[in-house]
């Protein structure tokens, strides 16, 4: 296979990568083909009539017309199309082009010297021909620019009838720039697929400062006078030479051999800033960045996060694990991980106010204690903005409810020390913890996946509790959202209040609700003791679902009301009811007040041979949970079904 169709094959496996991670499996797969076919049919007739060159060159606008032929995009919009090449070309590049060259420009003495070499040598190799005609134009300590005077990339999107598309194409040097743009600042006002005649690249030097702290940049500005030399230089020639004048060069000297004769030391670049630390730490951060490595296994990288300790320090979890959740492209099972993990960071807090009282008479003798026996939860004392004294209670990675015990009983000892203050109830105090605020992004985005925005509502609701309220009502009334999570959202509502979200205006509009949220409904009236009527109209109700009937008719058994029990009567002994309508009635009844007619109609049903064994034995259960006994039957007669003689004989038993 020649490396013209090796890199056929290479940009085929990274497109369809990128399409199955931007797209459902269906869409997906039919557009990998269509791309593959497309891609394969533009190639063939590429290589007809190109020579070699011609062809590794026009690979790359051929690509771009069969993945625009292929993605389900907007003809008009080429900003999706553009955003899709760029990620493509980026996994590209990464590799082999892009973090060897950011590498370099790190460990470079003169990043600017190495660029512009680097430059020239890719411009001699790719573009110094007559399908681009190179010019280097302007060379300086802090310039450089070039020109290309012709660009085969639009010509063979004109011999396709693609010329729209060559923007696109121009975007990829916005790749490069950005690579070293912490170093080299890029312009390119004009371009040939814009109408210009030539594409002007201009790169520009910059100028800063290697650190804020005046002690770190006067050394760094000492190291590279002297490396710069062949000389040893006095102080005055070091100045001459660029050295700050007020500098204190005994003090940099004694800097510089503390730093150089420390052998643990080691350096790397982190979102392009430099980073230094010890052996051990340097090969955690290896191991760390392979979390942003999309190349190894969903396995692998899990188990990295997994194995992350629980002390990071938070700036280091807003790096691993934030850059990850926020990346739209990352898979949602590696996000789901990510927010596991950042549960054990989450800062629960809880606290009163205490106003004629200081922070000095709280802290000396009253925490003491509760810090010895509460080892793991944090105490603060704080003036706060009304100028009362906020008393908190915090811990990372512990839910709100454990907060409990040390909060009251440090309360109880402010109450005793100090009775003539004013002392508010316990209450959950809103968190400005950056990582409880990702979690609560989530959960408030509709965009992200189901399954990361419930399990940020369940540690959300384990952390902060009714502080969620607000989004929790969001959520239920936004009939735009999930339906499932809208009805998580409710079940967490009934929880923490006694009022219903406004979901519906009428049990017509009720009946048009989706499943969950119907089921959600119903669970929170039950527990909440409102609305009977609502209960009672689903059960009645022939447009209701079966399943949602059969919930509502369990939920009855907390309405006491005689005209209820009446009601479950006859729907349990309704033959023509469904045995799972009368099942749910009768496990109703076990709760209510039936009176002793009530008892004896059920008794029949439990004695009648005609009756399923299922119902039947259903009847015995409720019965007991009544106390039925045979004595409140007045016309009770001799059994001979097999089933009637056992269950009165319990019955008598018991």
């Not at 510089?256 to 955690?284: A, M, P, Q, R």
């Not at 089921?519 to 949602?548: M, T």
Request: aromatic letters at 10%.
């Amino acid at each position: 296979m020649s490396q013209l169709d090796q890199m056929f094959d290479f940009i085929i496996m990274l497109t369809s990568k990128q399409i199955r991670d931007s797209f459902s499996q269906e869409v997906a797969e039919n557009a990998i083909n269509r791309f593959t076919s497309r891609f394969k049919e533009l190639y063939e007739q590429l290589k007809t009539k190109s020579n070699e060159t011609e062809v590794f060159h026009g690979m790359n606008p051929i690509f771009v017309i069969a993945l625009e032929d292929a993605l389900p995009l907007d003809e008009k919009d080429k900003s999706e199309l553009t955003k899709y090449i760029l990620l493509i070309y980026k996994a590209m590049l990464e590799d082999m082009v892009l973090e060897p060259q950011r590498r370099n420009m790190s460990l470079s003495k003169d990043p600017w010297s190495t660029f512009v070499q680097d430059t020239r040598k890719g411009n001699a190799k790719i573009y110094d021909n007559e399908y681009f005609k190179v010019k280097e134009v302007i060379a300086t300590s802090e310039q450089y620019g070039f020109d290309i005077n012709r660009c085969f990339y639009q010509e063979i999107f004109k011999e396709f009838g693609r010329e729209d598309l060559g923007h696109i194409l121009c975007e990829y040097d916005n790749i490069l720039a950005e690579n070293v743009s912490q170093w080299i600042s890029f312009n390119r006002d004009e371009t040939i697929a814009a109408g210009s005649d030539k594409c002007l690249f201009r790169f520009q030097k910059n100028i800063q400062e290697f650190s804020e702290n005046p002690i770190i940049s006067n050394l760094y500005s000492l190291l590279q006078i002297v490396d710069d030399s062949e000389d040893m230089l006095t102080r005055q020639e070091l100045i001459d030479r660029g050295l700050d004048g007020s500098t204190d060069l005994d003090d940099l000297i004694k800097l510089y051999n503390l730093i150089k004769n420390h052998s643990g030391i080691k350096t790397s670049i982190i979102n392009d800033k430099f980073v230094i630390g010890t052996d051990e730490s340097y090969e955690k951060h290896e191991q760390w960045l392979q979390l942003f490595n999309r190349k190894l296994s969903k396995e692998g990288r899990s188990l990295i996060i997994r194995s992350l300790p629980l002390n990071l320090k938070e700036e280091k979890i807003n790096r691993l694990i934030r850059d990850i959740l926020e990346n739209p492209y990352e898979l949602p099972s590696i996000k789901w991980v990510c927010l596991n993990y950042l549960q054990h960071h989450f800062s629960s807090r809880i606290g009163f106010e205490v106003d004629g009282v200081d922070e000095v008479q709280i802290n000396v003798g009253l925490l003491e204690e509760l810090r010895r026996i509460f080892p793991n939860i944090s105490f603060e004392v704080k003036t706060a903005e009304n100028s009362k004294i906020l008393v908190q209670a915090f811990g990372k990675g512990i839910p709100e409810y454990k907060l409990n015990e040390p909060i009251t009983q440090l309360r109880k000892k402010v109450v005793d020390s100090f009775p003539d203050a004013g002392i508010s109830r316990i209450k959950p105090i809103i968190s400005a913890d950056q990582i409880a605020n990702k979690f609560i992004e989530i959960f408030d985005d509709p965009s992200q996946p189901f399954q990361l925005r419930e399990l940020a509502l369940r540690i959300l609701i384990s952390r902060v509790g009714g502080k969620l309220i607000p989004f929790l009502i969001k959520v239920a009334e936004n009939k735009e959202d999930d339906q499932f999570l809208r009805g998580r959202a409710i079940d967490s509502l009934s929880w923490v209040t006694d009022s219903l979200p406004q979901i519906y205006s009428s049990f017509d509009e009720f009946v048009t609700l989706p499943n969950p949220i119907k089921r959600s409904v119903i669970d929170f009236v039950s527990r909440n003791g409102i609305e009977e009527d609502l209960l009672l109209s689903i059960a009645k109700s022939d447009n209701i679902s079966s399943i949602i009937r059969i919930i509502t008719i369990k939920n009855l058994k907390t309405y006491q009301d005689p005209s209820t029990t009446e009601f479950l009567l006859n729907l349990a002994m309704d033959r023509q009811n469904t045995e799972r309508i009368r099942q749910a009635a009768l496990e109703a009844l076990g709760e209510h007040n039936v009176k002793k007619e009530g008892k004896n109609g059920l008794f029949k049903i439990f004695t009648d041979p005609r009756e399923t064994s299922f119902i039947r034995m259903e009847v015995f259960d409720t019965l007991k949970e009544l106390g039925y006994t045979l004595a409140e039957n007045d016309d009770s007669e001799e059994q001979t079904d097999w089933i009637a003689r056992i269950g009165v004989m319990k019955l008598m038993e018991g």
